[in-house]
T-cell receptor
Framework: AQSVTQPDIHITVSEGASLELRCNYSYGATPYLFWYVQSPGQGLQLLLKYFSGDTLVQGIKGFEAEFKRSQSSFNLRKPSVHWSDAAEYFCAVGAAGGYQKVTFGTGTKLQVIP | DAGVIQSPRHEVTEMGQEVTLRCKPISGHNSLFWYRQTMMRGLELLIYFNNNVPIDDSGMPEDRFSAKMPNASFSTLKIQPSEPRDSAVYFC????????????FGPGTRLTVL
């Protein structure tokens, strides 16, 4: 069975600082990997997705993530954080095939201080 | 496209009452998911459907919860009888080919059981 671990429950960064959110997955085959963002009072929105190809994936809002198979990781990064990036971020893993579910991590809450 | 539509957006009810949450997925999507989100337990997958058929309902907490998808454009999640511990935000999401593609989340229904 697939699983996702987000080791950081809460992270605080200063506006303008760089950001890295950690995600480790467990899956026997090549996974589909996702990062979602949830702003307060909203549903989840996709930031980016990886399945194959270039291991560095660009997403919306200036985010990127790097797939490292050897480390079973898919960390999310942003070079310079804006106050509007304060939200909760979820990593998720899916699988090929029409009847597979996507497993979400427990989320990381990002606080941005001025 | 209007996106995933959920109704009602807010529901306040008394313990013991029946609650029905509704979801209209994005047209053309063949997978539908119901999630529950609380501070204590995070985001939990309750049940998901592929082509209107329930595939995995192992996340449904107990027999008080039931979900149906009578056609490709409508799903319900029913709680009968409701209890205060059911208070949460319930999200519906849809996608095309469940394990591989982006899930589009609705705005959620905030349920409060008094």
């Amino acid at each position: 069975a697939q699983s996702v671990t987000q080791p950081d429950i809460h992270i605080t960064v200063s506006e303008g600082a760089s950001l890295e959110l950690r995600c480790n997955y467990s899956y026997g085959a090549t996974p589909y990997l996702f990062w979602y963002v949830q702003s307060p009072g909203q549903g989840l929105q996709l930031l980016l997705k990886y399945f194959s190809g270039d291991t560095l994936v660009q997403g919306i809002k200036g985010f990127e993530a790097e797939f490292k198979r050897s480390q079973s990781s898919f960390n999310l990064r942003k070079p310079s954080v804006h106050w509007s990036d304060a939200a909760e971020y979820f990593c998720a893993v899916g699988a090929a095939g029409g009847y597979q579910k996507v497993t979400f991590g427990t989320g990381t809450k990002l606080q941005v201080i001025p | 496209d209007a996106g995933v539509i959920q109704s009602p957006r807010h529901e306040v009810t008394e313990m013991g009452q029946e609650v029905t949450l509704r979801c209209k997925p994005i047209s053309g999507h063949n997978s539908l998911f119901w999630y529950r989100q609380t501070m204590m337990r995070g985001l939990e997958l309750l049940i998901y459907f592929n082509n209107n058929v329930p595939i995995d309902d192992s996340g449904m907490p107990e027999d008080r919860f039931s979900a149906k998808m009578p056609n490709a454009s409508f799903s319900t999640l029913k709680i009968q009888p409701s209890e205060p511990r059911d208070s949460a935000v319930y999200f519906c999401a849809s996608s095309f080919v469940s394990g591989e593609n982006e899930q589009f989340f609705g705005p959620g229904t905030r349920l409060t059981v008094l």
